[in-house]
Structures are given as structure tokens and as C-alpha cells.
């Protein structure tokens, strides 16, 4: 298992300057400059490419990826051009509601998700046929509507959680949920009905299994034939759906930032490239790689304690 992780490592090596530079190149391209970000339109052309040159965004962006990427891997993520403030310093500060989005959607998402596949496979009948229906009636409903469907129904009508903002865990454990109520269910809706329907296939392709068979032909407790045996072999495909979708809610907790005007990284995000503000782009892009490449290797890990044969190729 330790080769394994060793060279899932090596590989992300390569993978994070190939994305990082992607993303610098086109954050270049981008329309207008940090200094007209900065100066704004009533600047003048000559005192644009004067910011820009004490900036050094002057300079081809070959090279500001190389002086950038010489930094980096001394672990110097720069500055951010706009404040002045060190990028690791501003991700640390937003880091908290960006994982408190993800981790609480993912959280609901395996609880809900997992429970009613199961239930559905297991049950059968009439409660197969309404998970399936369910998934695919919310799986179809966009995100956005859906947030700000929520919204009114339980922050503006029934007031029962906030609209938006972000309460730090330190000051209050009970706002914090509160705060992430909202966000964190509209997250966690859509791509829990899709663990739900691969939870179900899986769980139905086990039970018509000839071991499952044998067992239940030799006297097996159903109940431990579902805990022991079918969930077990279900289990790994079901694993790599579930990180995939959290791969995805890291990407959704952009959405969720901007509609709820929550302080987190994806609104960073969104600021960042609207002032060309280069270094923290570059920090945030190796960020989210470096959390996809985590996300993967504890699956790789989690395979392979189920099924040491994975870990063995």
C-alpha cells in the first residue's frame, strides 16, 4: 500500500504544475490588467503600464509563471497584488467556510444518500421505484433556483436559519450550523439522490450474486448477509461515486458562497479574477488540485482496505 501512495504522490507532482500553469496562462489572457483593476477607468494609458511594470505584469508570462512556480516551491505562494496580504494567510482566513460547506454537504450527502439506496435496494418494490423517481425529479432541478427556492421558503418565511453570512464555529457552535443550514442542504440535495441511485445498482447487482445465494440457501441471516457481505461488495464503487461528488461540492461551494454571501474561497475566487489579482488565483488553483489529489488517495487507501487485491496491482 505504501508504493501505491508513493506514487500516486509522484504523479500529483506533475499534475499540480501542469494545472498551474494552465491557470496562469489563462488568467493572463483575461480582458484588462491588475493595475486597470487597481487605477480604475478614469487612469491614464501611461500610468496603467507604469503600475504594471513596478508590478512586473509587464513581463511575458512565461516568466512570471517561472518566477511564481521558483517561489512556490520554496513554499511562497506571493502576495496578493491587490492587498498586499501573503495568499496562504488569506486561503488560512477562508479556508474554515469552504470545508464546513463541503465536508457538512458530504457528511448529509453519505448519510441520505447511502441509507435510501439501501433501503430501496433491500426493500424493493414501491420503495425502489420512488427512490429512483425522486433522484431523477431532483437531479433535474438547477442548483440556483433551488438556492434561492430555500431561501425564501425557510430563511425570509419561516425564519428559521439565516439568508446569508457565515458565524465562525469559535463564537457560536449553534450559528455556525445555523449559518450553514441552508447552503449546506442545497449542496448536498441533488448529489445525494445520486448516491442514492449508484447505492441501489450496486446493491442490487450483489444480492443477485451466486454467493448470495449460497448463503441465504444455507441458513445465513438475511440481516448479516446485507451487512457483512452485499454492502461490503457494494461498497467500492459506491466509495469512488462518493468522492467524486465531493469533488464536485468543492466546485459547488463556489455557487454557494456568492448566493449566500459567504466569506469563503470560491468568493476569493470570484474577486481575484475580476482584479486580475494573479497570485491568489495561482494559490487557490493549486489549493483546490492539491484537495482533489487527497480526496483520490484516501479512496486509493480506503480500496484497498476493503480489497487488499486493488492495493496488490
Excluded at 433551488?146 to 419561516?158: E, K, P, R, Y
Amino acid at each position: 500500500m505504501l508504493g501505491v501512495i508513493v506514487r500516486r504522490l509522484l504523479l500529483a507532482a506533475p499534475l499540480m504544475v501542469i494545472i498551474s500553469l494552465i491557470v496562469f496562462v489563462l488568467g493572463s489572457l483575461a480582458p484588462g490588467s491588475v493595475a486597470e483593476s487597481m487605477l480604475g477607468s478614469s487612469a491614464t494609458p501611461e500610468a496603467v503600464r507604469e503600475l504594471n511594470r513596478q508590478l512586473g505584469a509587464d513581463q511575458p508570462v512565461l516568466v512570471q509563471y517561472w518566477s511564481w512556480l521558483q517561489r512556490a516551491v520554496a513554499g511562497d505562494l506571493s502576495s496578493s497584488i491587490v492587498s498586499g496580504r501573503p495568499v496562504t494567510e488569506l486561503l488560512a482566513a477562508r479556508l474554515p467556510v469552504t470545508l464546513s460547506l463541503a465536508v457538512g454537504a458530504l457528511l448529509l450527502v453519505i448519510v441520505i444518500g447511502v441509507c435510501s439506496g439501501m433501503v430501496a435496494a433491500v426493500r424493493g418494490g414501491f420503495a425502489g421505484r420512488v427512490v429512483e423517481v425522486l433522484a431523477v425529479l431532483v437531479r433535474g432541478l438547477p442548483t440556483f433556483w433551488l438556492a434561492m427556492i430555500a431561501g425564501v421558503i425557510f430563511g425570509v418565511n419561516l425564519m428559521w436559519v439565516p439568508v446569508s453570512g457565515y458565524v465562525p464555529f469559535g463564537d457560536s457552535p449553534s450559528d455556525w450550523a445555523l449559518s450553514l443550514a441552508l447552503p449546506v442542504g442545497v449542496l448536498a440535495f441533488g448529489e445525494a439522490a445520486l448516491v442514492a441511485i449508484v447505492t441501489r445498482a450496486e446493491m442490487l447487482a450483489a444480492m443477485r450474486s451466486d454467493y448470495v445465494r449460497s448463503l441465504r440457501a444455507n441458513g445465513y441471516p438475511w440481516k448479516r448477509i446485507v451487512f457483512k457481505h452485499i454492502a461490503k461488495n457494494a461498497a467500492g464503487p459506491v466509495l469512488t461515486m462518493i468522492s467524486l461528488v465531493f469533488v464536485g461540492l468543492l466546485g459547488g461551494t463556489i455557487l454557494m458562497e456568492q448566493i449566500f454571501a459567504m466569506p469563503g474561497l470560491g468568493s476569493q475566487m470570484v474577486t481575484s479574477t475580476a482584479n486580475h489579482d494573479l497570485p491568489v488565483i495561482q494559490g487557490l488553483a493549486v489549493f483546490y488540485t492539491a484537495m482533489v489529489v487527497v480526496v483520490f488517495l484516501l479512496t486509493d487507501v480506503a480500496h484497498g482496505l476493503l480489497n487488499p487485491k486493488v492495493m496488490a496491482r
